[in-house]
């Protein structure tokens, strides 16, 4: 009848005991369970473990029995609801799984079982269904092609703001529990352990080196300080649309040291920007007191919204979670996994806000080839563009449209049923970069459009 007691720490095999207590149902233990075991066990574990669990021996009293194998079944029911890909990834899990309920639980919970297979096969092909249109967006490196290069202040700053936001909040909804645990987004296999995580990641840096290119790229004074203002403005609006992230990785880029010794450039700062970039600052400066004005403003914040993901990382980094065992490996520290799994959990939280913006192409330029050249010898102090052709790698996936047209690969080959904002007798080229399906339209005059689709 009183508070659950917390679990502080204990082998694993009574963790999974734990989770299917008989005498009650501890909800935010379960939660917490099934968001962070990963880091100390493996799947196929803890599926071993729950199989164990509901085999109950014949000692134990038939009303305690069938509790305890509800619970299990509560269990998998959770797992199967909530982190579904476990079972799609490892093939041989979701054989062990199926094996079970075919031949243990459809002959002791036969309605239970049903619904388990069922919600099995469903959430399955929900995410076959999202992996396929992610992979219509996701990188490859193969042909190579050439286009000019647009900067930041080509573009107005209400479309690029929302054009960054959409592309951003489809990447941070990608990301999946799984692929914080461990710290594996650190490691040499990143983009295997953590794709998601990787992607958004090497995606804020290019858009960094993108707006440091385009202000020191800018001979002109007059020019410059409005690539630079024009930048500010930009974050100003994804501060309005609540995309904290695109805020950190402008100021991240206009912070750079090739941009931040352009003195003249921010002497000239109108009042307005000024005022912006003060605000920004204040905002997204960690300070010592660990992000306390970021923090607020996200949670003060009403979803859909982006956070910046790299606070996040470094929670999870400060508090360990590479090192949840304890007493030579026999005990986990479920403690700590706990304050682990609060930060997951608001992650969690932020990625069921969608964005309602109308899917119509924005004009916008990738940035993927600018990595560097606001850091080669002289940049900032010549403030000048270089005269070498600006490479675009193209990416040579198939892409199959929701109009129904294919796009091949290289050379430029013209479509018969093109898109509503292509020219009638234009040639269009596709790729991918950084989660979103790009494309150069070729009109008849001899100009080329870039375009950003998904």
């Known amino acids: 009848s009183g508070p659950v007691p917390l679990v502080i720490r204990g082998t694993l095999v009574k963790l999974v005991e734990r989770l299917t207590f008989d005498k009650h149902v501890d909800t935010n ?33 038939k009303r305690k029995t069938t509790i305890i194998r ?73 042909d190579a092609s050439w286009a000019s290069l647009a900067k930041v202040s080509d573009f107005d700053p209400d479309d690029l703001a929302r054009a960054l936001t959409a592309i951003e909040s489809d990447m941070f ?18 983009f295997e352990v953590s794709p998601h995580v990787a992607t958004l990641t090497e995606y804020f840096n290019r858009v960094s080196y993108w707006v440091a290119y385009s202000v020191v790229s800018t001979p002109a004074l007059a020019a410059r300080v409005e690539a630079v203002a024009n930048a500010l403005r930009v974050a100003e609006r994804c501060r309005k649309l609540n995309n904290f992230n695109a805020m950190m990785e402008i100021s991240a880029g206009l912070k750079s040291a090739s941009v931040n010794r352009l003195a003249h450039t921010w002497q000239r700062l109108p009042v307005a920007e000024r005022t912006m970039l003060e605000n920004h600052d204040a905002l997204l400066t960690r300070g010592d007191k660990n992000w306390k004005n970021y923090r607020a403003a996200l949670h003060h914040a009403n979803p859909p919204l982006v956070p910046y993901l ?48 109308e899917r119509r192409p924005w004009t916008l330029a990738p940035w993927g080839h600018v990595r560097g050249r606001h850091r ?79």
């Not at 909804?173 to 990143?190: C, F, T, V």
């Not at 399906?437 to 375009?451: Q, S, Y």
């Open 376 to 454: 080669r010898p002289g940049a900032s102090a010549l403030c000048r563009p270089t005269n070498a052709p600006c490479r675009i790698r193209f990416r040579s996936c198939r892409i199959a449209s929701r109009w129904s047209a294919w796009f091949p690969r290289a050379p430029p080959t013209r479509i018969e049923t093109m898109p509503p904002w292509c020219s009638a007798h234009s040639q269009v080229r596709m790729w991918t970069f950084g989660g979103a399906t790009t494309g150069v339209e070729r009109c008849t005059d001899g100009r080329r459009r870039l375009l950003f689709l998904w």
């Open 29 to 61: 233990y379960l939660i917490e369970f099934l968001l962070t075991f990963r880091s100390f066990c493996t799947p196929h574990e803890l599926l071993a473990l729950l199989v164990q669990r509901f085999d109950v021996p014949a000692r134990v009293e």
């Open 310 to 357: 790299g606070v996040y990382l470094t929670d999870i980094t400060f508090l360990g979670n590479s090192s949840v065992r304890c007493d030579g490996g026999d005990l986990v520290n479920f403690g700590r996994c706990r304050k682990i799994s609060t930060v997951l959990r608001e992650i969690a939280q932020y990625q069921l806000g969608a964005y309602s913006f």
């Open 173 to 190: 909804a990608a990301i999946e529990p799984n692929e914080l645990n461990n710290q594996g987004w650190q490691s040499r296999r990143k």
């Open 70 to 142: 509800l619970r299990v079944m509560n269990v998998l029911k959770n797992w199967v609801d909530k982190h579904v890909y476990d079972f799609r990834k490892d093939e041989s899990l979701r054989a062990r799984l199926v094996q079970f309920v075919a031949s243990t639980l459809s002959v002791d919970l036969p309605k239970q079982a049903a619904a388990l297979e069922g919600a099995l096969a469903k959430k399955l092909a929900a995410a076959d269904a999202a992996e396929r249109k992610r992979m219509l967006m996701r990188m490859e490196r193969d």
